[in-house]
């Protein structure tokens, strides 16, 4: 088992910044692929960017490529930097691992999930 917990979210003006944080723990070296999904209100959940465990390589959504950043912190932890944020960046944030490789993209290849963190952009 993999328990993942998400950190960071709450509250920024449109054009500002937040860095979110997961931290894993359990059989994480099972689990070498690790993703950020969000869902935002009234919408499907949607793939963010995905990291490689230990090697660090990412892959993005390409709508959110350049302005959110995925990075490895430590060997089971991986973080989130939003920059420029949009209101429509309004969602609440989940941090997700698989067994899988190459990372997959897709919510149904992720067994793992954290609770997620509220992330509110205001105007």
């Known amino acids: 088992q993999v328990h993942l917990v998400e950190s960071g979210g709450g509250l920024v003006q449109a054009g500002g910044s937040l860095r979110l944080s997961c931290v894993a723990s359990g059989r994480t070296h099972t689990t070498p692929a690790m993703a950020w999904f969000r869902r935002a209100p009234g919408k499907e959940t949607e793939f963010i960017g995905n990291?490689?465990?230990?090697?660090?390589?990412t892959r993005y959504t390409d709508s959110l490529e350049g302005r959110f950043t995925i990075s490895s912190v430590g060997s089971s932890a991986v973080a989130l930097q939003m920059d420029s944020l949009k209101t429509e960046d309004t969602a609440v944030y989940f941090c997700a691992a698989s067994q899988r490789l190459p990372p997959p993209r897709t919510q149904g290849e992720y067994p793992y999930w954290g609770q997620g963190t509220q992330v509110t952009v205001t105007a």
């Open positions: 990291i490689k465990m230990p090697t660090g390589l």
